[in-house]
């Protein structure tokens, strides 16, 4: 409606208090858009009709490149007999490819049969899906390139197009057979560097540099001081967000302590039913039942007794009396600080 549009932009605010209760989130990712936009001196608009739908418009006053691609270009362009193909089901992905390759004089074979497939040598570009629950972060979720390249002529080469931040190191990927790889999104200047190696002839190294990956910090895991022995200890984790899911697995895991998962405040209530944690962190702003709900039934059915539950937040502006009327006891703001969370684990395990 033209009232929920007035707010859309606002800081922790949804159009809807179902949207959350349903999906989740915080209210923040069209204020930070808007924000990044201003700063870029652009707008971000909304146009919208109530049951029809939306349209999100981003103008930014962007100036065309100067950066000749061409110029940097090592390898000659009329002696290439090496065709281009994408293996990938995104066809955001293979238009971005497309677009790279003609900034660079070549062209990117389009949907070739077999026959075209045998006919010369191919660089292969073999799409990386993102990871998910079916298909975890790991060497064993990338094809090994015999398996593309089986149909292509002798003297063919793959090249794996990653997600950023797919945590696989050069040894991998050698193993799998790929000769190199560029990141998504794609950059020109990347593409450049791997074409002048490739269709120089020259032997190429995976550069560990241009390797993403996801490890915490080494002074957050590392260096802090362990004042608690974690192993007998287990802590709650309320939190719905996948990316968040996997930043606290990573740090619990590098400090061995034990932990369980909450998808929503109605599964962290039912945890609480059949075990007692040592401590209990609660996102505030959770689908089909919220940590501040969530808090106050397990204080009013006496589930986990003096457990201290803390409150995971992106909010800085959080109503902390209102938290701590629930039955809160701290307070941790994302982004995560993994130093505050180590402080908060040694003070209320050491008080335990």
């Known amino acids: 409606s033209a009232e929920q549009q007035k707010r859309l932009f606002s800081p922790f605010t949804q159009a809807h208090a179902a949207v959350n209760r349903i999906y989740g989130g915080t209210g923040l990712g069209l204020y930070i858009c808007q924000q990044l936009c201003n700063l870029m001196r652009g707008e971000l608009t909304v146009s919208s009709e109530l049951g ?38 995104s066809e955001t992905l293979r238009k971005g490819l497309e677009n790279i390759l003609s900034c660079l004089g070549l062209n990117l074979a389009i949907n070739p049969d077999q026959t075209e497939k045998e006919k010369m040598p191919a660089i292969v570009f073999i799409e ?32 794996a197009l990653l997600p950023t931040g797919f945590p696989i190191g050069p040894d991998e ?4 057979g790929y000769a190199g790889l560029l990141h998504r999104p794609l950059k020109l200047q990347r593409a450049v560097k791997l074409f002048n190696l490739l269709l120089n002839g020259s032997e190429i190294t995976l550069d560990q540099t241009e390797i993403a990956t996801q490890t915490l910090n080494s002074k957050s895991s590392h260096t802090l001081k362990h004042n608690v022995s974690y192993q007998n200890h287990c802590v709650l984790i309320a939190e719905d967000n996948i990316i968040n899911q996997k930043i ?3 740090f619990f895991d590098s400090i061995q302590l034990p932990y369980h998962w909450a998808k ?35 204080r009013a059915k006496g589930l986990n007794t003096n457990t201290p539950i803390i409150t995971l937040s992106a909010d800085t502006f959080i109503d902390k009396d209102a938290c701590i ?4 006891d701290g307070f941790t703001i994302k982004p995560f600080r993994f130093d505050e969370i180590l402080r908060q684990l040694n003070h209320y395990l050491q008080s335990n």
């Open 325 to 328: 009327s629930a039955g809160v």
């Open 52 to 89: 029809k739908g939306s349209r999100f418009t981003c103008k930014l006053p962007l100036m065309k490149s100067t950066d000749h691609a061409q110029e940097h270009i090592a390898y000659n362009q009329d002696q290439i007999t090496t065709s281009f193909v994408f293996e990938g089901e």
């Open 173 to 176: 990927l050698n193993k799998l």
């Open 248 to 250: 606290l697995a990573k």
């Open 264 to 298: 929503n405040g109605i599964d962290a209530v039912d945890a609480c039913q059949n075990k007692k944690y040592d401590i209990i962190y609660m996102d505030w702003q959770m689908p089909l039942m919220d940590g501040i709900e969530a808090t106050k039934q397990i």
């Open 128 to 159: 990386v899906e993102p990871a998910n629950d079916a298909n975890p972060v790991n060497a064993n979720s990338i094809m090994a390139s015999d398996t593309v390249l089986s149909n292509y002529a002798l003297g063919s080469i793959a090249i």
